[in-house]
């Protein structure tokens, strides 16, 4: 027989937190984006030796032919909306002052894409496929994601 | 069941703090093991990846996020897990993988980064305590070693300066690793006078934080015998967990590292291993490990592996014993965690096929063994290798 | 073996200076964790003052901490038993490093206490207190073997926590 407590003035608990943070470097590849990215607001893509695709964010190695990849090229600030979300909750499920476009967007002939906010848009008007170009933070760029951002184009 | 050989290895240097992300890690050391293998990405049939826990990376889900720089794309993998154990139970994993006869090659990647968590990784340990009985007192990671280190030197009368002794070997044979960034040669003084972390643990007898990767090719008979010249051989392999509740268990002597050893000298055909294990890469976070592992392998009875270690026994130049941690070990060449586990298997692969550079120990050798631990203190893995 | 291994290795100053870029994540990573059967009630034992024990008649082993399943026979456990708050020393270490790696000035003595009325080796994680401030007066005062006695806090500040025993120190 199993004793099944539904007393919930028994039961007993204890909270706490994880206590660490963390620091992360972005790799040889993503060093390398984001110091273009922060220098010359530039999306950078990398370019497989072998199979000759261009994939952002730039990677150091093609996770198909398994090469190391080492030349680097601008993907140009014009992309296509692959898919998008409309966020209405903050991650501790508040309400946000105004709902967010989170848009998944890709380049021309590129492998991958890149995650930001799509702004200067009603939710209710964006579509798969739109046009969006992107715009890097010049004011205080951080040298992170979070510079990134797209408008319509 | 299938014979399964070591076709090849590699490693990216170990470090404080890489600029490579973990993906970055693991495909520079599968590019190397690939490399020595001789072989592509498209000769590998399957992918095993051993990481430790997310907390030190700080990315959920690890597996899956490196799995792109581990060779895994569009490939069966798993990702097992045995805390600190799991470096050499990566090759473990690739032996079964292959001896069921279902993949012909498997590829081992196991990768640690332990500099992005803030403060400080050992910080990330915490929750290995018992959040109930045990978190609430204040605890620290170091205090799981130093109760051990504490009980094993206890009831065996090992003095420190014997124990201290292990870091100084260690560190002077790491200076022959290429991985290796801070090899030393110490003095048995200036280890016993470091500073007290938590005693009697001394600084000089910690590993360091460290990031890093390693790799492993593996294949089976056919495959191996078609790429021709001579190989390296998995003969035995074992792995066993004792109870989690630590304190509930005599801390001197790891039975788990006992009952693992005895599976893979069962499977090995090994009756006599002080004789038919030539050379051993036990786990060594601590340096009082070395001694408390290579008793659990049943290298040297309880409490006589400090002695043996006084007498050259354990040296790298040793010509009638059993020279351990030749590479150097986690207290010389660093601990990423998995990866540093499956370091030691490599070198085991080194040394059997006589790849080890200056390592190369002065015995002849055809059989050795590495082993790991971890988890709540209290995995052994054994992956025993002959030519 | 390959003597030229890949990796590039960075220093400190090279992130903090943010020549090399950085991306932070302080995560809010919280918990409750339920204590379960046994446990809820072994923290209701030391609210009360008393250590708390379970047996399984089959391997005849009494447990602490503990546990609704003996995890040996791989069966339901079957009755309390209450412990003595006495034990012996199994090992101590002395600490001067706290979780996060900072350093202390004043050490804490962890040790695992072998309780009383317990099986032989049961020993759970608790604090020595009254042993002195210093590495060399801790080693001048603890051996492992020593017999201990615990020192709770007075029965109106217990909170059903295992900070409810404060310390053992030293049988005098």
């Keep these: 027989m199993r004793e099944y407590n539904t007393n919930s003035s028994d039961l007993r608990s204890v909270s706490g937190d994880w206590g660490v943070w963390y620091r992360y470097t972005h790799g040889v590849a993503g060093e390398k984006f984001f110091q273009e990215m922060k ?92 046009k969006v170009k992107a715009v890097i933070d010049k004011e205080q760029p951080t040298g992170t994601i979070v510079d990134l951002a797209w408008v319509p184009a | 069941m299938s014979k399964v050989a070591v076709l090849g290895a590699g490693m990216t240097k170990f470090m404080r703090r890489s600029l490579e992300t973990g993906r970055e890690l693991c495909w520079e050391a599968a590019d190397a093991a690939l490399q020595d293998a001789g072989l592509t990405i498209a000769d590998i049939d399957c992918v095993v990846i051993v990481t430790a826990p997310d907390a030190f990376d700080g990315v959920h889900m690890k597996g899956e996020y490196l799995l792109d720089g581990a060779g895994a794309k569009g490939k069966p ?27 012909r090659t498997c590829l081992v990647v ?67 690793h290429p991985a ?29 934080v460290t990031d890093g990767a390693a790799a492993m090719v593996l294949a ?30 005599d801390l001197c002597y790891p039975e788990y590292v006992e009952k693992a050893a005895r599976a893979a000298y069962k499977m090995a055909g090994i009756t006599k291993p002080r004789e038919e294990i030539h050379v051993a890469e036990p786990y060594d976070p601590f340096a009082y490990k070395e001694l408390h592992h290579l008793e659990g392998l049943m290298l040297a009875d309880k409490g006589q592996a400090p002695k ?21 070990g986690l207290l010389g060449v660093g601990n990423p965690i998995a990866a540093a586990g499956l370091m030691k298997a490599a070198e085991i692969y080194y040394q059997l096929s006589g790849k080890a550079g200056a390592r190369q120990v002065q015995r002849n050798v055809k059989r050795g063994l590495a082993q790991a631990w971890g988890d709540l203190m209290q995995v052994g893995t054994v992956i025993v290798m002959g030519v | 073996m390959d003597t030229k291994l890949r990796g590039t290795a960075l220093r400190e100053d090279d992130l903090r200076s943010g020549r090399v870029l950085t991306t932070e994540w302080r995560g809010k990573i919280q918990y409750t964790w339920d204590a379960g059967v046994a446990i809820g009630q072994f923290l209701d034992g030391l609210k009360a003052g008393k250590l708390l024990g379970r047996k399984c008649q089959q391997c005849q082993r009494v447990v602490i901490p503990p546990r609704m399943f003996c995890e040996i026979c791989f069966r339901r456990s079957d009755e309390w038993v209450t412990l003595k708050d006495t034990g012996r020393i199994n090992t101590f270490s002395v600490s001067y490093v706290n979780w996060d790696a900072s350093r202390r000035t004043t050490p804490q003595v962890p ?59 030293p049988v005098k």
């Design chain 1, 39 to 130: 220098a010359s607001r530039q999306l950078t893509g990398s370019v497989c030796p072998k199979c000759k695709r261009t994939f952002v964010p730039a990677s150091m190695y093609c996770e198909d032919c398994f090469v190391q990849m080492t030349e680097y090229r601008p993907v140009g600030d014009t992309g296509t909306v692959a898919s998008f979300t409309v966020l209405h909750e903050s991650l501790e499920e508040t309400p946000l002052a105004e709902p967010l476009v989170a848009a998944f967007v890709q380049f021309d002939g590129v492998a991958g894409g890149l995650l930001a906010p799509l702004r200067g848009v009603q939710p209710g008007q964006v579509q798969i496929g739109m």
């Design chain 2, 77 to 103: 993998m798993v990702r097992p897990y045995v805390g600190g154990g799991s470096g050499v139970f990566g090759p473990i994993a690739a032996w079964y993988h292959i001896a069921s006869g279902r993949y």
């Design chain 2, 110 to 176: 196991g990768e640690e980064r332990m500099s992005p968590t803030q403060p400080h990784p050992q910080g990330a340990f915490n929750a290995i305590y018992d959040q109930f009985t045990e978190r609430p007192l204040g605890v620290n990671l170091l205090w799981i070693f130093s109760l051990e280190m504490m009980r094993y030197m206890q009831v065996y009368g090992i003095p420190l300066e014997t124990i201290a002794q292990v870091a100084v070997k260690n560190k002077r044979n790491a200076k022959d």
């Design chain 2, 180 to 208: 290796c960034q801070l090899g030393a040669e110490l003095t048995v003084e200036q280890v016993i006078e470091s500073e007290v972390m938590s005693y009697p643990v001394r600084r000089l007898m910690v590993s360091p």
């Design chain 2, 220 to 249: 089976n008979e056919e495959f191996a015998r078609k790429k021709g010249g001579k190989h390296v051989w998995v003969e035995g392999v074992g792995w066993a967990l004792d109870t989690s509740y630590w304190t509930n268990r």
């Design chain 2, 308 to 328: 043996l270690l006084e007498q050259g026994y354990w040296d790298r130049d040793t010509t009638n014993g059993i020279p351990a941690s030749p590479s150097g």
């Design chain 3, 111 to 169: 040790a695992v206490i072998e309780i009383d009325g317990a099986s032989p080796g049961m020993g759970i994680l608790h604090m020595l207190g009254e042993v002195g401030e210093s590495l060399e007066q801790v080693l001048a005062s603890v051996q492992v073997g020593m017999p201990v006695q615990a020192v709770w806090k007075p029965a109106e500040q217990r909170e059903g926590q295992i900070t409810d025993v404060l310390y053992f120190r």
